[in-house]
């Protein structure tokens, strides 16, 4: 195995969980995350040269699957009818509910999953770029091409809603 | 709870969710997507001669003498590579031959893209890629291999292998300070048929710098 090559599978193994968990929390759907993740880590590796020299690799893999998930979702919306023009007018506020289930089956805690993909899809973004890639502020800003004043708020509407939506051991009511 | 317990606490919630797909289908994946992008080779084989000289004959419409000027005509044209501007607004950059570098870079960037262009096959080292936008550069560059004629009046055998490297260039899809990383070179390996030198090229978005593309 080569220098890259051991570089990239390096950087896979330490990166490929967040970034998954990420995209998951962006799309709302572990199959489908799993798939854009998996891209974009391949072509991470093919363009492994440059993107080993960026400053947050896993971010440029976070964004590289995002964009993917756009141009699919560009894709459907030309060969399938739109049932929810208003969901749909936001690609990211995509959302597949029996996927949900499946990512929460198990694997997350279902009420941490409902309460996350009750939030606006942009919130959803920046929580999951905070929480998974410690990625600060400017660079959240820069992956999702928006500016850092908006990333700030939509943090503090993310975890104000959080709060409400997620509750929390001495407000649950004993059974 | 405060909001870092809070933000805690989600993450923790995700630790049971892992990625299953092992890290060796990613790197033949990798592999393919590489082969699919890569530009194709051109090959040429050479009788037992490594490197063999090219006679290049400049030509130059409307009798404009080559170096960094700026394009007053709309086509500037070498043997060893043609720059057209296109109705459409792209840019045409026909490479025949591996020569003039400083030349190119000079029309390219006179023609609103900032570029640096290295035929040593290393890229320069002041250049920092650009990777904000991973899907950008396929909107900007188009490489493709095109056989063409040697320019007429050519003395002797067609010295071209009939290909040609050649990149439509969207100008207006390059958003300000980025720029053009074209970095190629040739390698040499000896097989049975002969000596074979194998072009090979990689195409960068840069941000645009002094250091690396002039501007």
Redesign the interface.
Same mark, same amino acid.
């Given at each position: 195995m080569g220098s890259q090559?051991r570089d990239? $599978?390096e950087f896979?193994?330490e990166s490929?969980?967040d970034? %998954?968990?990420t995209v998951?929390v962006s799309v709302g759907n !572990?199959d489908t995350a799993?798939d854009l =993740?998996?891209?974009a880590? $391949? !072509?991470?590796?093919?363009?492994? !040269?440059? =993107?080993s020299?960026?400053p947050a690799p896993a971010a440029?893999v976070v964004?590289?699957a995002l964009?993917a998930n756009i141009?699919r979702w560009r894709r459907r919306r030309r060969e399938v009818p739109v049932p929810d023009p208003g969901l749909l007018a936001d690609p990211a506020a995509v959302v597949d509910p029996a996927a949900v289930e499946g $990512?929460a089956a198990? %694997? =997350?805690?279902p009420r941490?999953?409902a309460a996350?993909l009750r939030l606006p899809a942009r919130q959803r973004q920046v /929580?999951a770029l905070? %929480?998974?890639l410690d990625l600060d502020t400017g660079r959240t800003a820069?992956v999702l091409?928006i500016a850092p004043s908006t990333v700030k708020a939509h943090l503090a509407r993310a /975890?104000t809603a %959080?709060?409400d939506l997620?509750p929390?051991p001495h407000e649950e009511i004993p059974s | 709870m405060n909001d870092d317990d809070l933000l805690a606490m989600v993450r923790q919630s995700f630790t049971g969710l892992r990625s299953t797909t092992p890290v060796e289908k990613i790197l033949r994946h990798g592999r393919t997507v590489k082969a699919r992008r890569r530009l194709p080779v051109l090959t040429t084989a050479l009788a037992g001669v490594a490197g063999a000289a090219l006679a290049i004959t400049i030509v130059l419409p409307g009798g404009r003498p080559p170096g960094p000027q700026p394009t007053t005509s709309p086509t500037a044209e070498l043997a060893a590579w043609t720059v057209t501007r296109q109705p459409d607004g792209t840019i045409k950059v026909t490479v025949r031959e591996l020569r003039d570098p400083a030349g190119l870079q000079s029309l390219l960037r006179a023609d609103g893209v900032p570029a640096s262009i290295t035929l040593s096959g290393q890229e320069n080292p002041s250049c920092r890629p650009y990777l904000a936008d991973p899907g950008l550069q396929d909107k900007v560059v188009t490489p493709t291999m095109e056989s063409v004629r040697p320019p007429s009046g050519t003395p002797g055998p067609d010295p071209y292998s009939g290909l040609v490297l050649v990149l439509v260039i969207h100008p207006s899809a390059l958003p300000n300070g980025v720029g053009l990383q074209f970095a190629t070179g040739f390698s040499q390996s000896v097989t049975a048929g002969g000596v074979h030198n194998t072009q090979s090229t990689h195409l960068d978005l840069v941000y645009a710098s002094p250091q690396c593309t002039g501007s």
């Open positions: 090559q990239f $599978a896979y193994r490929c969980d970034c %998954l968990r998951v !572990r799993q =993740v998996d891209e880590f $391949a !072509r991470a590796f093919a363009s492994w !040269r440059t =993107v020299r960026h440029w964004r590289t964009n141009s $990512a198990g %694997l =997350v805690e941490i999953m996350l /929580v905070r %929480l998974f820069e091409g /975890v %959080l709060r997620i929390t | -």
